[in-house]
């Protein structure tokens, strides 16, 4: 069974940058694609950004693209999410999710966090 916890969350100003984490535990990330979700009040879950098992290919929604970049390290057993230039629309919760053997064109989730808090506000 996979855990999975994110960090890195909190307030900042527009413009600012924050770097979410996602530490896995229970089972190697060497088999899963893994992705990140937002989730603003009122609106639907959209995907962010995914990232395939060996990090040899991403992807990210329009809004995000030229802003944020997913990486991860499969030795620390962790996936990140930096992102630059935040903006009030960013403001959300973010979550991370794991599919084994999954590709991220079909990404479908298997395993979800608990999601991390995160307010761009002057």
């Known amino acids: 069974q996979l855990q999975l916890v994110e960090s890195g969350g909190g307030l900042v100003q527009p413009g600012g940058s924050l770097r979410l984490s996602c530490a896995a535990t229970g089972n190697t990330l060497d088999y899963y694609s893994m992705a990140w979700f937002r989730q603003a009040p009122g609106k639907e879950r959209e995907r962010v950004s995914c990232?395939?098992?060996?990090?040899?290919?991403?992807n990210y929604t329009d809004s995000v693209k030229g802003r944020f970049t997913i990486s991860r390290d499969n030795a620390k057993n962790t996936v990140y999410l930096k992102m630059n230039s935040l903006k009030s629309d960013d403001t959300a919760v973010y979550y991370c999710?794991?599919?084994?053997?999954?590709?991220?064109?079909?990404?479908?989730?298997?395993?979800w966090g608990p999601g991390t808090q995160v307010t761009v506000s002057s």
């Open positions: 990232i395939e098992r060996r990090g040899d290919g991403t």
């Open positions: 999710a794991a599919e084994k053997w999954g590709l991220c064109a079909a990404f479908q989730a298997d395993y």
